[in-house]
């Protein structure tokens, strides 16, 4: 059994904060608002979700794999790798059905942590559910094509095997 950790969320960069650090809060109670805080560009918010230890940016993990989707919608989830098992970082990815085009890319390095039960290295949130075809290309080259059906209200998983 993989041992349980406390969850943490960080939130940034807020005009309004009305949460204390440790406050139990409820699904759909307001603990802030957006704002420009700190050094922002301009009011937005930088959200964080941590693993074991609130303090240390190592337990940082990808807040997408942390919120569940619209009811209609879905993530979509997956390891992007080389034929010879080395992650592929870095590389784009796109997804397309119909008028919905959208673009990720592959954690590029170490700084980005991979859930340890998933070993995923790319997520792309909020797809209306349905078919897609998903497509890596190199160096101006198509490497990879695939249809996927992003399940709604939930995970879908895509493992992307690139030749080296």
Known sequence: S?????????????SYVGAQAGQVVRTGEMIGS??????ARGPHLHFEVRVGDPFSFDATRNP?????????????????TYADGTAARGIALRVIAGEVVRSTYSYTDETV????????????GDLPSGYYVVTV????VERFSQSVYVQPDQMTWLDVVLPK
Do not use: C, K
């Open 2 to 14: 993989a041992e349980q950790l406390p969850v943490f969320t960080l939130y940034g960069h807020l």
């Open 137 to 140: 290309t190199l160096n101006g």
């Open 34 to 39: 957006v704002g420009a805080s700190g050094i």
């Open 64 to 80: 997408e794999l942390w919120l569940h989707p619209y009811p209609t919608q879905g993530v979509l989830v997956g390891r992007l």
């Open 113 to 124: 942590h991979s859930d340890p039960q998933l070993g995923e290295n790319f997520s792309m």
